[in-house]
């Protein structure tokens, strides 16, 4: 349990930073973080207190499709935004003068370990981020795929947050692209050992292990 805990925290605190350097490249963001940015704008908050603002009203959502938060639910709702917004600043300072070569690395590290931090957060394995629990419940009461449902919700938030005045960007089509092949890549590198089954709980032939079904946001 204290390594969990301790992966977890990691985990939450390097997504934040994956956040701010992101956004201090200048090459786009995530879809979520281009509504988080555009809200920002908008209303005057700091981006890393609208992240959180943003996840209670999703965890909200989960209410009528019956999604029940973990603990690791709670801190991701919190720690994120808190995280992101202790060193959004320093980060801008280091790379304040830095060209397009510096920056665009700036990019590419913060999308790599942004997938790091999502597979030691999934490893950890305290529950769903509010982003992905959203996502999951919507499936399991729509009976719609998880390509479908994802597309619809990342969509209609990266749209609403382009519109409000967020950065859409090479980065973010880079994000969208280069996220699920390095989240795959390296989730075993955090997962949790398990001792291996007997024989009475040996899966049947042809029938594959479910993947994990959380994510981070």
């Known amino acids: 349990m204290p390594y969990r805990l301790l992966k977890l925290f990691i985990a939450l605190a390097a997504y934040g930073l994956s956040m701010a350097m992101m956004l201090q490249s200048r090459y786009g963001l995530m879809p979520w973080d281009v509504l988080h940015q555009g809200l920002s704008l908008q209303g005057g908050w700091p981006m890393g207190r609208v992240t959180v603002a943003v996840s209670f009203v999703v965890l909200l959502a989960w209410i009528p499709i019956r999604q029940k938060p973990g603990f690791g639910t709670v801190c991701n709702a919190v720690l994120i935004g808190l995280t992101f917004d202790a060193v959004v600043g320093p980060v801008g300072e280091l790379v304040e003068n830095a060209g397009p070569a510096m920056r665009m690395a700036l ?111």
């Open 107 to 217: 990019l590419g590290g913060g999308i790599v370990l942004n997938g790091a931090a999502t597979a030691a957060y999934l490893g950890a394995d305290f529950g769903a981020g509010p982003r992905d629990g959203l996502m999951t419940g919507l499936v399991r009461r729509s009976g719609r795929s998880v390509r479908l449902v994802r597309t619809l919700i990342e969509g209609s938030v990266l749209t609403t947050g382009y519109v409000l005045g967020g950065t859409l960007g090479v980065g973010t089509v880079m994000y969208m692209l280069l996220i699920g092949p390095l989240i795959q890549l390296m989730l075993p590198w955090f997962q949790r050992k398990r001792p291996a089954p007997g024989p009475s709980v040996i899966p049947a032939a042809g029938s594959p292990a479910a993947p994990p079904d959380q994510a981070i946001r």
